[in-house]
């Protein structure tokens, strides 16, 4: 059963319920789907949470990627590790689930619409000067864009939309062409090798939700620490 | 290309929400329970230190005390040691003391008995003698020996020298008396020529008195407040006694 036929590229072109400008489309239930089993998998694992020694397999799996999100960060924003957390991983969480549920038939990622990945992409595009100047103040924030020279600030401005564009783009691109392979498989060798594709498909679902992460955690540290990196080191006064 | 502009702001808001949600249902909790578990490890570290440094201290002080048990037991058994050694030295001591009195106390019996013996040797030794002497006298020379010891006494008187008589008168001047005392009765006769000799020799108002006495052992004499002169089968006894005691004596040392 194929929600998305093969000439649609995009789950938005499936659309369940319209009323003027309100349109519910494949998309959307989609991403309701996945933030329904994030919130209600949160609320059961940490229900019965345990400090002692012992904990339950979820509350463990959920230990793990955690702490493996927080590392991280932490390995690139030296400090506010809290302060970027949840909103990076809740980017990778969203990103990782959406796209491992693609093994499931009748099920289509919402990270392989561009509608959701721009949303994605232009949230990070906001948050990176959101932390910038909650970080360093705004003036210094904006300093940063006539680093070195004020000529450089078209260049700097460019950078700031193109990856953002990029961004959206890359996650967009990988997961519907993987689709699209996996729906062209079917129709040429129904057997075999659409399973060895969907088990490529959730390594390339992991490699990018890892991706987009990082990405916009570098982006985000890139606006915090650029300036403390440039400056000497002040000298210690007697 | 498409982008439903409703979705895109609905997928911003859904990511919005999503955010909020798992920030409060997951991200704190579980941030919560692995700080509290690392507190909980960190405290177990602490107290399993805390432990560690108690279990040093008391096995520092376990061994310590170990040493001053072991010092004390040492200090204790030499005490002891000593305390056993003077024991038996003060009993060896004693049991010596004990033996020598006890050597003391047999040497003095064997010596008591040994006088006994001679003085009961002498005592018969000296009748014997004195019996078998005056029959043979009587029997060979038909001479009493009482008689004659008298005789001899009074023979001495007579010839006593100067220095000798005055020594013997001295006493006698001051009111003093000779006492005579014989081991058998003396007859008249006999007090008369005693009497006579010492009338004629000493002095003539003198004042003898006669006695008896068996201590005498077979003889006579005549004493003036210290001075005498006697005659005694004691002294051929002396050397009876003499040879009976080197006899007794060498046979103890062959013993």
Partial sequence: MEIVAINQISPDQVIFFAWKFVTINATLVYTWLIMGILVVGSVLITRNLSTERTMSRWQNLMEVIVTGIRGEIREMAKDGVDTYFPFIGTIFLFILLSNLLTFLPGYVAPTSSLTTTSALAILVFFAVPIYGISKQGIIEYLKEYIRPNPIFFPFHVMGELSRTLALAVRLFGNLMSHEKVVAILLAVTPLFFPIVMQALGLLIGLIQAYIFAVLAMVYIASATQTHEEGEHPPKTSS | ?255
């Avoid at chain 2, 009074?154 to 220095?163: F, H, K, L, P």
């Fill in chain 2, 1 to 255: 290309m498409h982008i439903d502009w409703f979705v895109f702001f609905s997928q911003i808001v859904n990511l919005m929400i999503l955010m909020f949600l798992l920030k409060k249902f997951l991200y704190g909790k579980i941030v919560g329970a692995i700080d509290a578990r690392e507190a909980k490890i960190a405290a177990v570290f602490a107290e399993a230190e805390q432990s560690r440094l108690e279990a040093e201290s008391a096995a520092t002080s376990h061994a310590r005390n170990l040493r001053e048990l072991d010092e004390r037991h040492e200090s204790l058994l030499e005490k002891s040691r000593q305390d056993a050694e003077s024991y038996r030295e003060r009993l060896e001591e004693k049991a010596r003391e004990e033996t020598d009195f006890l050597k003391t106390r047999w040497i003095e019996a064997v010596k008591s008995e040994r006088e006994n013996f001679l003085r009961e040797l002498r005592h018969l030794a000296g009748k014997q003698t004195y019996a078998v002497t005056r029959r043979v006298l009587h029997d060979l020379a038909e001479v009493d020996l009482e008689d004659r010891i008298v005789e001899i006494l009074a023979e001495r008187v007579v010839s006593m020298d100067e220095g000798e008589r005055n020594r013997f008168r001295e006493p006698l001047e001051n009111g003093g008396v000779v006492t005579v005392t014989s081991a058998f009765d003396l007859t008249p006769e006999r007090r008369e020529r005693l009497n006579v000799a010492l009338r004629q020799h000493i002095a003539a108002d003198i004042e003898v008195v006669f006695s008896q006495s068996d201590d005498l052992l077979s003889g006579c004499e005549l004493r003036s407040d210290g001075h005498k002169i006697a005659w005694s089968i004691k002294d051929y006894l002396d050397t009876l006694e003499e040879s009976f005691y080197t006899a007794l004596y060498e046979k103890a040392q062959e013993r």
